[in-house]
């Protein structure tokens, strides 16, 4: 578990650094600064409001207790464990069994079901998943998101605008103007690298969420069981979702071959399972 929160710091740093190399590359602190604003502008909307964005983008309404007193009663037992308020619940009309966590904060929480993944999963299972999102909830993870897009959109910002400069014979220092091995790197290759680390901070936060979903219920089997399951299902169910969203879900929506798995927001369902069975046979996971 110390593994990936680890990770995810040192990631994290790694994008500040390349920010800052980049951004003194392209004209000192200020350049930096002035990709960071940028980004921060463009995230801060979609953070603030991420609930209501990607509620409505799935077509979700919210449910109420008289309509899915079952489905309130398992978030409500999940919550009184993890220590965190109830969310809003909502379902989606999608065929797909999935299911997400979104809200700027545990007070701004909402969970959205697909009505696929209700028809799916027993009780048990469905338990694992809610556990899992309210994971997510718990850690912020919508929030440290939001702060890798923004230093990600940052690096993208002054990439971008050293491409169109390097087309007009402009920006960089006067020690590294000109130089291809240099631009080559930066429009090229720091692209590339900046995807893999989103990628990678995106992989952590799914292990920690498997990890503290399973400490919440203390049934590391039954999100295992319903990772199995969903594994199947959302590859015979189309993906009705759009694909910047596909991050969010527990599974990713978007099946594909093994170019489409290394690109994943997501780690191998296979390896998730493999952890979380390891944690239902070791005794003091379970004590502590």
Do not use: C
Not at 76 to 83: L, N
Not at 142 to 150: E, P, Y
Not at 233 to 245: D, F, L, S
């Amino acid at each position: 578990m110390w593994i990936n929160t680890f990770k995810t710091f040192v990631l994290l740093l790694t994008l500040t650094l390349i920010l800052v190399f980049i951004g003194d590359y392209f004209g000192g602190a200020s350049g930096a600064l002035m990709g960071l604003i940028a980004a921060a502008v463009m995230n801060f909307a979609s953070w603030f409001f991420s609930d209501k964005i990607a509620v409505s983008s799935v077509r979700a309404r919210e449910v109420s207790r008289a309509e899915a007193p079952d489905l309130h009663a398992l978030v409500e037992e999940v919550v009184e464990s993890a220590g965190v308020p109830k969310p809003r619940i909502y379902v989606a009309p999608i065929a797909q069994p999935n299911a997400f966590a979104t809200g700027r904060d545990p007070k701004h929480a909402a969970v959205v079901f697909t009505e696929g993944i209700l028809r799916l999963l027993n009780r048990r299972e469905l338990k694992g998943v809610i556990a899992h999102e309210i994971a997510h909830v718990k850690n912020r993870d919508i929030l440290i998101m939001s702060v890798v897009a923004t230093i990600a959109g940052a690096i993208m910002f002054l990439v971008n605008m050293l491409r169109w400069g390097a087309m007009f014979g402009m920006g960089g220092r006067d020690r590294d103007r000109g130089n291809p091995l240099v631009l080559l790197a930066m429009i090229i290759v720091l692209p590339i690298v900046v995807t893999i680390i989103k990628l990678a901070i995106s992989r952590a936060r799914e292990y920690l969420a498997d990890y503290w979903g399973a400490k919440f219920i203390k049934d590391p089997e039954a999100l295992a069981s319903a990772l199995q399951k969903l594994a199947y299902g959302v590859k015979k169910a189309p993906a009705e979702v759009p694909q910047y969203m596909s991050h969010m879900f527990i599974v990713n929506p978007f099946s594909g071959g093994f170019l489409a798995e290394l690109f994943s927001t997501h780690p191998p369902i296979e390896k998730r399972i493999e952890r979380l069975m390891k944690l239902a046979n070791d005794p003091e996971f379970h004590l502590s």
